[in-house]
């Protein structure tokens, strides 16, 4: 159905006022239809408008995509995976030994030493021994210069073959002829009570090394004081450290003067021949145990 002239004429009023002002403008689409003039004149608007602006871009981010549901075996595996121990961290390296510090080695198979055996009870029994502990006659225990506290050791009596095996708890004895002082239950053992001293073999059981560690000489005893400070005087001139060891022995207070620091018995059984010759001792090594003045209390 096509619309009147009249109708086109009064809808369109005020579009053929703006045609009439512009004379020509769409003249050579006067034939098209006028909602194709119509269209064609808002574009015109539109890009003129876009011509004279710059674009500006959306800053808008999206929305956040909404999380996904975590599967049910999946959710069950993590439950499972926080009941698992952690891993093991690998530890951490060995500290370095220290070099003034003597590393332990396996003893030499058969190792012995040969000398007099003597042993000790009353005056000493219920005493601290030189490990700490309360010195009880009556266990195989034995006191020793230069071997380590809970050293094992077998003693033969040489005169009868008769053998104890004994625990070093003790130092001593501070005679030079004699090597160990055996306690009561370990002179009964082999047959030593009655002649008191006896030739004897100590054997060395068990993993140690007896002669590493540190050793002292005992140069010198004195029930006075004063005449341990002024050999320590004397010797103070050539020889570093000197130690004073006061002894409280059944018999009274002792004071022992000790030379040297030195490392490994057999350099300080040197040592101690050097002091022999140079100053006519009659040198004693002892063991220097950790924690206690000078090698031990007795």
Not at 98 to 126: D, I, L, M, Q
Not at 236 to 246: K, L, N
Not at 273 to 296: C, K, M, N, W, Y
Request: hydrophobic share 35%.
């Amino acid at each position: 159905m096509k619309s009147s002239p009249e109708r086109v004429s009064v809808s369109l009023d005020s579009r053929e006022r703006v045609f009439q002002r512009q004379p020509g403008c769409f003249s050579q689409f006067s034939r098209v239809p006028l909602f194709v003039h119509f269209a064609l004149c808002v574009l015109c608007v539109y890009f003129s408008g876009c011509a004279s602006r710059k674009p500006i871009a959306d800053r808008r981010q999206p929305p956040p995509a909404q999380p996904s549901e975590t599967p049910a075996e999946t959710a069950e595996a993590a439950k499972r995976s926080t009941d698992v121990d952690a891993p093991a961290m690998p530890s951490a390296p060995a500290p370095s030994a220290k070099r003034n510090k003597s590393v332990a080695v396996p003893a030499p198979s058969g190792y012995t030493e040969e000398g007099n055996a003597s042993w000790y009870g009353v005056p000493f029994h219920g005493r601290h021994a030189s490990n700490g502990e309360i010195y009880d006659m009556y266990k195989l225990t034995a006191a020793h210069r230069t071997l380590p506290f809970e050293t094992m050791v077998r003693v033969t009596n040489l005169n009868n073959g008769k053998t104890t095996v004994v625990r070093i708890t003790d130092r001593g004895p501070f005679v030079d002829n004699r090597i160990i002082d055996l306690s009561l239950a370990a002179a009964r053992e082999v047959d030593s009570v009655g002649p008191g001293v006896v030739p004897a073999r100590v054997e060395v059981l068990g993993g140690v090394d007896p002669t590493a560690g540190f050793f002292t000489v005992q140069v010198g005893a004195f029930r006075e004081r004063a005449n341990a400070e002024r050999l320590r005087e004397r010797l103070s001139a050539s020889y570093s450290p000197i130690f004073i060891q006061q002894y409280d022995s059944p018999d009274g207070v002792f004071y022992r003067v000790r030379v040297g620091r030195i490392s490994g018995e057999d350099a300080a059984h040197q040592f101690g021949g050097q002091l022999h010759d140079l100053e006519g001792f009659t040198p004693l090594v002892t063991r220097l145990d950790e924690g206690t003045p000078a090698g031990g209390n007795r």
